[in-house]
């Protein structure tokens, strides 16, 4: 099947410090999501980008939908711990129809 | 408004059995789906169901039934459970053309021993 590439697989920072993680593949997708889930929840919708070069901010996050299609970018500004979570992208394949597929994510952890 | 519930939370089930995981949404959506979630392979969609009626077979799809009888409504089925299907089962549902955004229920954990 499709196949969405994150890195890094995990990451460990200092409270305050700046957080960044891509998501990559081999296709072109024409819808990007970013997705950060809590330990026994499920995934919560944090960004949507719909356009190649589109920046879009939600609060201390910043993501874009890099101009191949086929990347994008989530970063995260002057971390605190309940920025502790694993951060999912997904992209939505044209030829996939409305369905979206889902990278491995990234697991961030934020030491005091 | 609940959003998406599912029930039940956890299972352990014993290989050859059989169970029905219930997911709701009283938010009308026309779109509902089922993923499980393993370790370092994110979600992967099992069926989904763009409206009341109808289901479609996702990417892996196999070893699993799924009716859609009601809008608010999607059960997964596992007709004779295997240890292969251990894992956590997310339900999403979502308003397409109109907004991306798909909602997630809580999960379900399975133990299939």
């Known amino acids: 099947g499709q196949q969405l590439n994150q890195s890094p697989q995990s990451m460990f920072i200092q409270e305050g410090e700046d957080v960044s993680m891509n998501c990559t593949s081999s296709s072109i997708f024409n819808t990007w999501l970013w997705y950060k889930q809590d330990p026994g929840e499920g995934p919560v919708l944090l960004i949507a980008l719909y356009k190649a070069g589109e920046l879009t901010s939600n609060g201390r996050l910043t993501a874009q939908f890099g101009i191949t299609r086929k990347d994008s970018f989530l970063n995260i500004s002057a971390s605190i711990p309940s920025d502790v979570g694993i951060y999912f992208c997904?992209?939505?394949?044209?030829?996939?129809?409305?369905?979206?597929?889902f990278g491995p994510g990234t697991r961030l952890s934020v030491l005091p | 408004n609940a959003g998406v519930t599912q029930t039940p939370k956890f299972r352990v089930l014993k290989t050859g059995q059989s169970m029905t995981l219930l997911c709701a949404q009283d938010m009308n959506h026309e779109y509902m789906y089922w993923y499980r979630q393993d370790p370092g392979m994110g979600l992967r969609l099992i069926h989904y169901?763009?409206?009341?009626?109808?289901?479609a077979k996702g990417e892996v799809p196999d070893g699993y039934n799924v009716s859609r009888l009601k809008k608010q409504n999607f059960l997964l089925g596992l007709e004779s459970a295997a240890p292969s299907q251990t894992s956590v089962y997310f339900c999403a549902s979502n308003i397409q053309g109109i907004d991306e955004t798909q909602y997630f229920g809580p999960g379900t954990r399975l133990l299939v021993l």
């Open positions: 997904a992209g939505q394949l044209v030829t996939y129809g409305q369905n979206f597929v």
């Open positions: 169901s763009v409206g009341e009626g109808t289901t």
